[in-house]
């Protein structure tokens, strides 16, 4: 009886071992798939259409161009401006140390980049644009502006084509099939209250008054995405700068948390970077975000910073 016990005890050890054996193998083997998906997601090559016009906030898009450059897995970068002479200014309006050349003019950037010319957003382009969409995986949309133009006439004269701009890239997007979009826009429109700093009220105010044709513009683009059936993301930079040295990295805002509050001087290539990052690799989708520079101490700075008309010009 101890014999045939001990045999069947034998028996149902090696069940066992043969159990956890392949239990190990099948993790093992999960595993390896996964990391097999996951480095064919990460090294895949990816398409960017990035367009950019001018005023600050499109001075973004001249940065979002330098960071989709610096990927290693976006193959092929299709521009598409109404200026494409400001890529040749020495000054991009930016506090990037050392400053900027055009990309284009870099030899070793020639097979990247693809520059679509567009002579005017109040003409219709959209078949065009289709064309050039096609094999796009994402867009990086950079028109329009916040600034009121009393200093740049041409702001205002040519300056304010988020809607007409946007609304025949949406146009594009949907026959290309393109479905990501990542748009810039601005904190305080359409009552948006995403940043909980007193300088919104501000910004308000200047969308009130002195900016009310930006205001109109970006409010006009926003709606025609939220109609569409992209998935967009509107990027709200709480205040961008001239002064601002990028930092390499970019805060989000969390609307519910007034302790904790992004801060209002961020630089344009960190804006760009998060622009870009959503545009490959997506995880906020048909909604808004606000980014800033560092959260500052609850109490201390973010109380009694005074924010300076420039930090709103942009």
Same mark, same amino acid.
């Given at each position: 009886?101890?014999?045939?016990?001990?045999?069947?005890?034998?028996?149902?050890?090696?069940?066992?071992?043969?159990?956890?054996?392949?239990?190990?193998?099948?993790?093992?083997?999960?595993?390896?798939?996964?990391?097999?998906?996951?480095?064919?997601?990460?090294?895949?090559?990816?398409?960017?259409?990035?367009?950019?016009?001018?005023?600050?906030?499109?001075?973004?898009?001249?940065?979002?161009?330098?960071?989709?450059?610096?990927?290693?897995?976006?193959?092929?970068?299709?521009?598409?401006?109404?200026?494409?002479?400001?890529?040749?200014?020495?000054?991009?309006?930016?506090?990037?140390?050392?400053?900027?050349?055009?990309?284009?003019?870099?030899?070793?950037?020639?097979?990247?980049?693809?520059?679509?010319?567009?002579?005017?957003?109040?003409?219709?382009?959209?078949?065009?644009?289709?064309?050039?969409?096609?094999?796009?995986?994402?867009?990086?949309?950079?028109?329009?502006?916040?600034?009121?133009?009393?200093?740049?006439?041409?702001?205002?004269?040519?300056?304010? &084509?988020?809607?007409? #701009? +946007?609304?025949? =890239?949406?146009?594009a997007m949907d026959s %290309? $099939?393109? /479905?990501? !979009?990542?748009?810039?826009?601005?904190?305080?429109?359409?009552?948006?209250?995403?940043?909980?700093?007193?300088?919104?009220?501000?910004?308000?105010?200047?969308?009130?008054?002195?900016?009310?044709?930006?205001?109109?513009?970006?409010?006009?683009?926003?709606?025609?995405?939220?109609?569409?059936?992209?998935?967009?993301?509107?990027?709200?930079?709480a205040g961008i700068s001239?002064?601002?040295?990028?930092v390499g990295e970019y805060? &989000?805002?969390?609307? #519910? +948390?007034?302790? =904790?509050?992004?801060?209002?001087?961020? %630089? $344009?290539? /960190?804006? !760009?970077?998060?622009?870009?990052?959503?545009?490959?690799?997506?995880?906020?989708?048909?909604?808004?975000?606000?980014?800033?520079?560092?959260?500052?101490?609850?109490?201390?700075?973010?109380?009694?910073?005074?924010?300076?008309?420039?930090?709103?010009?942009?």
């Open positions: 009886i101890l014999h045939r016990r001990t045999h069947h005890t034998r028996q149902l050890a090696h069940v066992a071992y043969c159990f956890i054996f392949l239990s190990i193998s099948l993790v093992g083997e999960c595993f390896l798939t996964l990391a097999y998906y996951h480095m064919i997601m990460t090294t895949a090559k990816r398409n960017l259409a990035i367009l950019y016009g001018i005023g600050g906030l499109s001075d973004v898009g001249r940065h979002a161009i330098l960071v989709a450059l610096e990927e290693p897995t976006v193959e092929k970068i299709k521009v598409v401006t109404t200026f494409p002479e400001e890529l040749d200014k020495p000054n991009w309006e930016c506090g990037c140390i050392g400053g900027h050349t055009n990309p284009f003019k870099d030899p070793k950037f020639a097979a990247k980049l693809e520059m679509v010319e567009i002579d005017s957003w109040k003409k219709p382009h959209e078949n065009r644009l289709a064309k050039h969409f096609e094999g796009v995986d994402a867009v990086v949309s950079c028109m329009g502006h916040r600034q009121p133009g009393r200093k740049y006439p041409e702001l205002i004269e040519k300056g304010l &084509i988020a809607y007409d #701009g +946007n609304r025949q =890239v949406i146009q %290309a $099939k393109v /479905d990501r !979009a990542v748009v810039i826009s601005s904190i305080a429109l359409n009552g948006d209250k995403s940043w909980p700093h007193f300088a919104t009220g501000i910004m308000r105010f200047l969308f009130r008054t002195f900016n009310r044709k930006a205001r109109k513009d970006l409010e006009a683009m926003e709606k025609i995405y939220v109609e569409s059936s992209l998935d967009y993301l509107f990027v709200r930079p001239e002064e601002c040295v990028p805060f &989000i805002q969390d609307p #519910g +948390n007034k302790e =904790v509050v992004v801060g209002g001087d961020m %630089a $344009k290539m /960190d804006v !760009a970077r998060f622009m870009v990052d959503q545009a490959l690799n997506p995880t906020f989708h048909r909604t808004s975000k606000t980014v800033g520079g560092e959260p500052k101490s609850p109490g201390k700075d973010q109380l009694t910073d005074q924010p300076t008309e420039k930090e709103f010009d942009c």
